[in-house]
Every structure is written in structure tokens, then in C-alpha cells.
């Protein structure tokens, strides 16, 4: 393989990373002289504790942001034409960077906002059928946390569908199944609230 071809790879994957770490939500609160997120609640800096510590519309605005991590990843892949197989790893690293933030000593949020980003543009109907999944889970339940457990692993069963039955490039199934695997995987504590019944719901403070 091209020396070339595989540095920008790796190039273009450490910057997704980079781009999924920026975190909009301690942004969104410093230029808005709220509270750092990380400070109360759960202490990540995903929707639901920007939602806390800020209030609906400085939430929304720093989901939009974390939502365009994923995307702006993906995109900038497609741009310079590295393939299929790069999108997928980008859109991945984008999740990773946001969980696992290198400006927050590798903490962050949840991974959900920039997944979706990513699927947008990877897997626009399977983006559709996580939304719908999450926001059927929210209004019934009211967890943010098994919304957003249900809805990932929903859409990703939707893509992988989506990809064995229209014939699209099989290495999307890479992001069909990772995306979700690091979105449980980054809520296990979540999970073990869930289980423990001891998980706060959406809009508690």
C-alpha cells in the first residue's frame, strides 16, 4: 500500500479524533459564565449534564456542536477522497475523541451527539430510525441514558440492514456496529444505574 495513501489515513483519523475531542458543552459554559458541567451531576459534558448545568437552549446549542463533530469528521475524509474504509474510521474516532477527550485529561461525554453526526452522513435513514427510537424511549421512560442505548443499537441494526440489503460499501458495517458498541461501552455506568434503579431521569437536576 502507498506509504502516502496510508500516512494521510492516519492523518486524517488523528484529526477526527482531535475534532470529536473539542468540548463544546465547557465551551458553551464559559462563554456563557454558567457552570462548568463537569462539576455537577454526572460530570460529563454530553446533552443531558449541559442540560443541568446551563438550561434547554445553551444544551441544544452545545448538542448542535458535538452533533457537527461526527459530521464535520466524516466529511472532511470524503473531501480529500480517502475512501469509504477512512469515513468510517473517522466517524469513529470523532466518538472516541468525544468521550475521551485529550483536552479533558481523556474524559468527556457519552459519544451519542457526535455518532449521530457521523451516521448523518454516512447513514442518513439509519439516523432517522435512531432518533425516532430515542425520542419514542425519552418521552415513555424518561431516561436519557436508555435512549440513548436503545436508539444507537436500534440504528445500527437499521445501517447494517440498510447495507446488506442495498449493496453499499461493506466496510460501512464497521460503523454500524462499532458506533454502538462505544456508545454502551461508554455508558456502562449508566447501565449499572439503570439496573440499580438508581438512574436520574431526564430534566432532574
Not at 27 to 55: C, F, K, Q, W, Y
Not at 60 to 73: E, Y
Not at 142 to 170: D, K
Amino acid at each position: 500500500m502507498d506509504p502516502l495513501v496510508v500516512g494521510r489515513a492516519i492523518a486524517l483519523v488523528a484529526a477526527a479524533y482531535v475534532i470529536g475531542g473539542i468540548p463544546w458543552g465547557v465551551i458553551v459554559a464559559r462563554i456563557a459564565g454558567g457552570p462548568d458541567p463537569r462539576t455537577i451531576g454526572s460530570g460529563r459534558t454530553g446533552g443531558a449534564n449541559v442540560m443541568r448545568a446551563l438550561g434547554p437552549r445553551l444544551a441544544l446549542l452545545s448538542g448542535i456542536l458535538d452533533m457537527l463533530k461526527g459530521t464535520v469528521a466524516v466529511l472532511l475524509a470524503r473531501a480529500l477522497g480517502a475512501g469509504v474504509e477512512v469515513e468510517v474510521l473517522a466517524g469513529l474516532a470523532a466518538v472516541v475523541g468525544h468521550s475521551r477527550s485529550p483536552f479533558l485529561g481523556f474524559s468527556g461525554g457519552r459519544g451519542v451527539s457526535a455518532a449521530y453526526g457521523a451516521a448523518l452522513v454516512l447513514g442518513p435513514p439509519a439516523a432517522v430510525v435512531t432518533l425516532a427510537v430515542f425520542v419514542a424511549v425519552l418521552a415513555i421512560w424518561r431516561y436519557t441514558s436508555l435512549a440513548s442505548l436503545l436508539g444507537s443499537a436500534a440504528g445500527g441494526i437499521a445501517f447494517a440492514v440498510q447495507v446488506v440489503a442495498t449493496g453499499l460499501p461493506p466496510a460501512l458495517l464497521g460503523f454500524a456496529i462499532g458506533a454502538p458498541l462505544l456508545i454502551w461501552l461508554f455508558h456502562l455506568d449508566n447501565i449499572g444505574r439503570l439496573l440499580r434503579g438508581e438512574e436520574r431521569k431526564f430534566g432532574a437536576r
